[in-house]
Structure formats: structure tokens, C-alpha cells
């Protein structure tokens, strides 16, 4: 029987793969609408939505991973998740304050990726030792 911890750190584990796929899957299929909802226009930044779509595949193949039923891989997954998600806090963070991409879109995915950290920290801290 899984401990409280062990259950949490599933939980979030599972959330984080979730949330992975489902932003993933809408970066890859509609990269205008997520580009837009962030502050950025395509029609002013073509490139944004091949990036969106490069970043979106990304964020599949991680929550691909978290939700594998091998242990090894999801041992892995949960090694890398929070450097991931720190690496792209501090990313969106400073292309906010040095203006490459609206205010809005750097606060937003910052938010996101700060909400992703904890989730990894959590599921790591409660997962079982490998």
C-alpha cells in the first residue's frame, strides 16, 4: 500500500504528465490560438508558431514519459522534470524583463512553469526510491 507522500507524488506525477500532454497536443495542433493567448500576434512573428510547435512536441514526449508504466523511465522523467521546468521559469522570466516577448506571455508562462516545478518537486519527493 502506497504511503500519503507516495500517493501525492503519484498524484502529481500523473497531474504533470496530464497537463504535459494536454498543452503539448495544443501547441502542436493549434499554435496561433496558444501563441495568441500568451500576447503574440503570428501575423507579426511568423516563426512563433513553428517554435510553439517545436516546444509543443517537447512537452509531449515529457509527459509521454511520466506516464509510462515502466518504472525505470518515469524514474528518469522525474530526475529531469525540475530542471526542465526551472530552466523554463528563468527563461520566460528574463525574455520578459529584457522585452523579446510581451509581458503578458512571459508572466504567463512563467506561472505555468512555476506551477510545473512544484508538480515535478512533488512527484519526485514522492516517488519510490530507485
Known amino acids: 500500500m502506497l504511503g500519503r507522500m507516495s500517493r501525492v ?3 502529481a506525477r500523473v497531474l504533470l504528465g496530464l ?10 495542433v493549434a499554435p496561433e490560438p496558444i501563441g ?5 500576434e503570428p501575423e507579426e512573428n511568423p516563426a512563433a508558431s513553428y517554435v510553439t510547435r517545436l516546444f509543443g512536441i517537447r512537452t509531449m514526449l515529457i509527459g509521454y514519459d511520466l506516464l509510462q508504466r515502466d518504472p525505470a523511465i ?12 526551472v530552466s523554463d521559469t528563468a527563461v520566460a522570466i528574463a525574455a520578459g524583463a529584457a522585452g523579446k516577448i510581451p509581458r503578458k506571455a512571459a508572466m504567463t508562462t512563467a506561472a505555468i512553469s512555476t506551477t510545473n516545478t512544484l508538480l515535478a518537486l512533488t ?3 514522492g516517488s519510490p526510491p530507485t
Open 36 to 40: 495568441r493567448r500568451l500576447g503574440i
Open 74 to 85: 518515469r524514474a528518469r522523467a522525474l530526475r529531469v522534470a525540475p530542471l526542465i521546468h
Open 123 to 125: 512527484a519526485r519527493r
Open 9 to 11: 507524488g503519484e498524484g
Open 19 to 28: 497537463i504535459r500532454l494536454v498543452n503539448g497536443t495544443a501547441a502542436m
